[in-house]
């Protein structure tokens, strides 16, 4: 982070600017942060989401907030039925429509006759090549429509999570990521979601505590790392991820972060 203000589609927040909201936002609670994305970017904001417990335990917070909340998700056609249940759920309970991010049909085309259809069991390399076919490119195509995205990551999900900041520069978007439940624990999430009576994805009762597209998710066996169902037959557990989030270290490399305990965002 520079001392210059960064410029935004369309709004201009210098660095000293956003290193004092997330001094003030780190004893915020999410609703306040989310208050002020509404007040700030208005309908040029929305959240991302994969409809695990944070995702839509921050869609009941936003709504609560703005009945008109901007919800995005990317559907790449390979979702657990269940998730696409929980889906119409969000809609009703809401009345809001969920904005659905699509691979592109040639690409998907192209990666199956080349690879075949459940390529991501031969190599990692083939993971990820489906991965950014059906969602990265998607994601990218979003959030060029948006000026801020809001997600369900917190810090306590490990490894570079632990760096995030409630607002952060997205360079790779040219946009500002917002990340309200950055500081609470999976516990605290949980708990809002019952207390609330929010829908949430029934899988998760079935030992399934992340949640991505059915070929690549299984439950988990007791005493197994929580993102053990995620690509289980790789066996670099360093290699879980898909490249939706990208967090900037303080040396100016980035890091590709996953989550340890219940991520449900990619």
């Avoid at 609670?29 to 921050?58: C, H, K």
């Avoid at 708990?191 to 399934?208: I, Q, T, W």
Wanted: aromatic letters at 10%; proline letters at 4%.
């Amino acid at each position: 982070m520079t001392s210059t203000a960064i410029k935004q589609k369309g709004q201009t927040i210098s660095a000293d600017e956003l290193k004092a909201l997330n001094k003030r936002f780190e004893a915020a609670s999410p609703q306040e942060i989310l208050r002020w994305v509404d007040t700030y970017f208005g309908n040029r904001s929305a959240q991302m989401s994969s409809f695990g417990l944070e995702d839509v335990a921050l869609t009941d917070m936003y709504w609560r907030i703005t009945p008109k909340v901007r919800v995005m998700t990317l559907e790449t056609g390979r979702l657990p039925t269940e998730t696409y249940t929980l889906m119409d759920q969000i809609k009703l309970r809401y009345d809001i429509e969920i904005e659905a991010f699509y691979p592109k049909y040639d690409a998907v085309d192209n990666m199956v006759q080349e690879h075949g259809f459940n390529l991501f069991y031969k190599s990692i390399d083939n993971r990820k090549l489906c991965c950014g076919v059906r969602k990265v490119e998607p994601l990218n195509r979003a959030l060029n429509t948006l000026d801020a995205w809001v997600t369900g990551l917190r810090r306590d999900q490990g490894m570079a999570r632990g760096m995030i900041q409630i607002i952060e520069w997205d360079d790779a978007h040219n946009n500002y990521k917002v990340n309200p439940l950055a500081n609470w624990s999976f516990d605290q999430v949980e708990k809002y979601v019952k207390a609330n009576s929010v829908p949430y994805n029934e899988l998760h009762d079935r030992g399934y505590p992340s949640i991505g597209c059915a070929p690549c998710t299984r439950a988990i066996k007791p005493g197994e790392d929580l993102r053990a169902g995620r690509w289980w037959w790789e066996s670099d557990p360093k290699a879980k991820e898909c490249g939706l989030h990208v967090v900037q270290k303080a040396d100016g490399t980035h890091a590709a972060v996953r989550a340890s305990k219940s991520s449900t965002n990619g």
